[in-house]
């Protein structure tokens, strides 16, 4: 993975909300085509960094950051930035499923909709948004029917899908699977190991074992400090670090 | 005293204390119903007034009443919707978005009749649109802003913050985004808030006073710069200005305006039951 070249590069980002602050000299290298998935206990800051890559955190009152991020050559936080079109190439899953009020069809073309004139584009594009999320199969006979009539695991998968429709180059998952059974946590995984191939993807997670399933490389955060990160299976065996060992192993957090 | 006494004279009072309330709406209404029947007809509601107003109908009162109303609407509620939008979703909290809305609170306090005379001033004479429908239209649609604006502001407020991150992070801009979710979300409470102003309107005298009602005008108005009757003004006019009205007319008259004003009333409670509950999230 590390061979791959360099996707997103985070450089000494420090994060406040307010007076909390929360992430602490950041220093981390995304690799296209890998799966980083980010573990860390509650409040290590693992929300906030992956809010910070996509510039959602600026809705925040109090947020200030320092520091760099740079995607696409460019810092994402330099005023030459279209954040929307930003937001469109790193893409986000949150950890709920929130699907939009509308139905299954509009959910996924929303964000389609004004930037593509061509309906039959959209169509085509929807499709096979559906179809890379696993989910097309059990939707495409009812995709005027509202999206709340999905079970929690669909709805996920809708959401996944919503964002693979605009083609993005990033995808942050932030916790995905929380609210899942184990058998649509296993199909989202699946989703996601596929999904390597033409996208890198960036999975927060509070299980450990799914980071072990799915992830290249493993970062683990503690108190908004980024504690190491290394080849996942490396970071399972052999970490460097105690504080590592002590959370894989489950002694806190 | 037994802790069971004591719980049913608690009870007795909290129930005498509610009757206390519902008695006199009660008392109103069958009062209202009673003496105002038998003068509704269907010529009451589309004659002239006859005779000095002591006979004919209210035709041009109701129909006053009906541009009045609608003229308000039409000014209030792009101008009372794109204020809440502003302070809902431009404005952060901060002194200066506190002191509108300590404003908009405070305009909700002021007394009818202060509007009115503030529209005299404005419209009627610094405008010199005269004593007409836009003059009156406009006063009332600044009285029921306030009505209007804490209403939406409530709709937008109850829109799940969530569903604003998810549009953002779709990379749609928050013009968009407000336009394409959050309006159509907060939409059953803006249209009641719509439909409660319009209600508070319809039943206003004082706002009418100076800047738009007909003591008599037994036509109907051909422009807006024209004058006009109004249900409550009219009640008004026949109730203290001129001697020897039928009682039934009066009572008939307040009839029409509180069957007007609840109906409006009601119809805005089951629109918003309606429409919440198709919406699910
Ligand atoms: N909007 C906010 N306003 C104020 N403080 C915030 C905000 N968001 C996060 N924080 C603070 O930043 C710190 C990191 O929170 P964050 O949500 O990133 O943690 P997390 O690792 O995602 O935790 P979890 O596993 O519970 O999701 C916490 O101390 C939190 O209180
Ligand atoms: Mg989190």
């Given at each position: 993975m590390v061979d791959n070249p360099i996707n997103i590069e985070v450089k000494d980002l420090n994060v406040w909300f307010k007076d909390i602050?929360?992430?602490?000299g950041i220093n981390l290298r995304i690799y296209k085509n890998e799966i980083l998935s980010i573990i860390g206990p509650a409040n290590s800051g693992k929300t906030s960094f992956l809010r910070t890559l996509n510039r959602l955190n600026d809705l925040t009152d109090g947020f200030r950051m320092t520091g760099k991020v740079i995607f696409d050559g460019k810092d994402i936080y330099s005023k030459d930035i279209d954040v929307n079109l930003l937001r469109i190439k790193i893409g986000m899953v949150f950890a709920l499923p929130i699907p939009l009020p509308f139905s299954i069809f509009d959910n996924v073309a929303y964000g389609l909709q004004g930037r593509i004139k061509n309906n039959k584009e959209i169509n085509q594009r929807v499709e096979k948004a559906l179809k890379s999320a696993y989910l097309w199969e059990e939707v495409k006979d009812r995709l005027k029917e509202s999206a709340y009539k999905l079970s929690g695991g669909q709805q996920q998968r809708l959401c996944i899908a919503r964002t693979l429709a605009l083609e993005p180059q990033v995808i942050l998952f932030d916790e995905p699977c929380s609210g899942l059974d184990p058998i649509s946590t296993a199909k989202i995984e699946e989703a996601m190991i596929r999904l390597k191939n033409d996208y890198t993807i960036i999975l927060v997670t509070n299980n450990t074992k799914q980071a072990a399933r799915v992830s290249d490389r493993t970062a683990f955060f503690l108190s908004g400090e980024l504690i190491e990160t290394d080849i996942t299976n490396k970071i399972f065996t052999a970490s460097m670090d105690k504080r590592t060992e002590d959370y894989i192993t489950g002694r806190f957090g | 005293m037994k802790p069971h006494t004591k719980q049913r004279i608690a009870f007795s009072f909290l129930f005498l204390c509610t009757l206390l309330v519902i008695l006199p709406v009660g008392l109103i209404l069958i009062i209202i119903i009673k003496n105002g029947l038998p003068a509704l007809s269907w010529q009451f509601l589309t004659d002239i007034p006859r005779a000095g107003m002591r006979e004919g109908g209210i035709f041009p009162a109701i129909i006053g009443t009906f541009y009045l109303v609608l003229g308000a609407i039409i000014f209030a509620l792009p101008i009372g919707v794109m204020c809440a939008i502003y302070l809902n979703?431009?404005?952060?909290?901060?002194i200066f978005s506190r002191l509108i809305r300590l404003a908009i609170i405070n305009l909700a306090g002021i007394p009818s009749v202060v509007y009115g005379l503030f529209g005299m001033a404005l419209f009627v004479m610094f405008f010199k649109f005269g004593t007409s429908i836009l003059s009156g239209a406009l006063t009332l649609g600044i009285m029921i802003l306030p009505v209007i604006i804490t209403s939406t502001q409530e709709a937008l407020r109850s829109v799940p913050k969530e569903f604003r991150e998810v549009s953002f992070s779709l990379g749609i801009s928050k013009w968009q985004t407000i336009k394409r979710v959050v309006l159509p979300c907060a939409f059953p409470g803006i249209i009641t808030g719509a439909i409660l102003g319009i209600g508070r309107a319809a039943g206003e005298t004082a706002p009418l006073l100076f800047t738009v009602a007909a003591f008599y005008l037994p036509r109907l108005p051909r422009s807006i710069f024209d004058q006009v009757m109004a249900i409550p003004y009219h009640l008004y006019v026949i109730s203290t200005q001129i001697p020897n009205i039928p009682e039934k007319i009066r009572y008939g008259t307040a009839l029409v305006l509180v069957i007007l004003v609840l109906g409006i009333n009601l119809f805005a409670i089951i629109l918003r039951i309606k429409l919440r509950r198709k919406q699910r999230w």
């Open positions: 602050h929360a992430l602490k | 979703e431009y404005t952060k909290e901060n």
